[in-house]
């Protein structure tokens, strides 16, 4: 779970999101569609369950995709509140890193029914790291059916056991990659829970999984693909991959897409 220390900085899937998809071995069937000729609305909270910097990145993020989502920061102190009404005007909600997952839930718990409501009529969730402890149903929103969710630093194995930022590998989609990490969440899907693991943890881990709730989708990351080199920088750590953001695109794409 991210605590940065330092202030950072209805939908029509062409080429470009295959594209994404293709150069990662993706996967097939983009093709949800709006008639709106404006791009799809992703709401990201920021606020006090949220670090600083963290919920720019992931605006960011959603920003650069090769669907160019729209972006609004939503939460405490925004002109934008989390309500069914807001979500109903956006096609993802991203919950983006911070600090205690009960220190969080506290201030998101009364947002809980109308974001479980938005993802079960259709809508899609994004979590990374504290956002997909988040999603859980231990201090979280309950979106993760059939898949449990714990610290990776924690289990069996792993190869970091401190809350210090750090690069740590991944197979993503059988690729060798790293990315930027902090206490970041480990999955472990049950048998039939008909989830899809985009990532592995060097143990064979589940670093990032996808997976359904009602009509809609949830798609959640240990590490963080929104890293960008100031990220880096300020932790004075270096990704041997360079700085991309191929991963997390993936990971929304992926999550957002209708067969």
Do not use: K
């Amino acid at each position: 779970m991210s605590q940065r220390p330092v202030n950072r900085r209805r939908l029509l899937f062409g080429a470009g999101a295959a594209g994404v998809l293709a150069a990662l071995g993706g996967v097939a069937g983009v093709g949800y569609a709006v008639l709106s000729g404006d791009r799809p609305l992703a709401l990201v909270y920021r606020g006090p369950a949220s670090c600083a910097g963290c919920s720019e990145a992931v605006a960011a993020l959603l920003r650069g995709t090769p669907t160019g989502f729209r972006t609004e920061f939503c939460g405490p102190g925004e002109a934008v509140q989390v309500s069914a009404a807001t979500l109903a005007n956006a096609v993802v909600y991203a919950q983006p890193g911070g600090g205690d997952v009960r220190q969080a839930w506290r201030r998101l718990r009364t947002t809980a029914d109308d974001v479980r409501a938005f993802v079960h009529n259709g809508g899609s969730y994004l979590g990374f790291c504290l956002g997909a402890y988040l999603a859980g149903a231990d201090s979280g929103f309950d979106l993760l059916t059939g898949v449990g969710v714990e610290g990776y630093i924690y289990s069996a194995g792993a190869a970091v056991r401190d809350t210090d930022d750090t690069v740590v590998e991944v197979d993503w989609r059988g690729r060798r990659r790293h990315m930027f990490f902090q206490d970041g969440a480990l999955f472990r899907p049950r048998t039939g829970a008909g989830a899809t693991v985009l990532a592995t943890y060097g143990t064979g881990g589940a670093a990032s999984v996808i997976t359904g709730y009602g009509a809609g989708r949830v798609g959640v990351v240990g590490p963080h693909p929104e890293a960008d080199s100031s990220w880096y920088a300020d932790s004075r750590l270096t990704n041997p991959d360079g700085i991309r953001f191929d991963l997390g695109h993936d990971l929304i794409e992926s999550t957002v897409q209708r067969s």
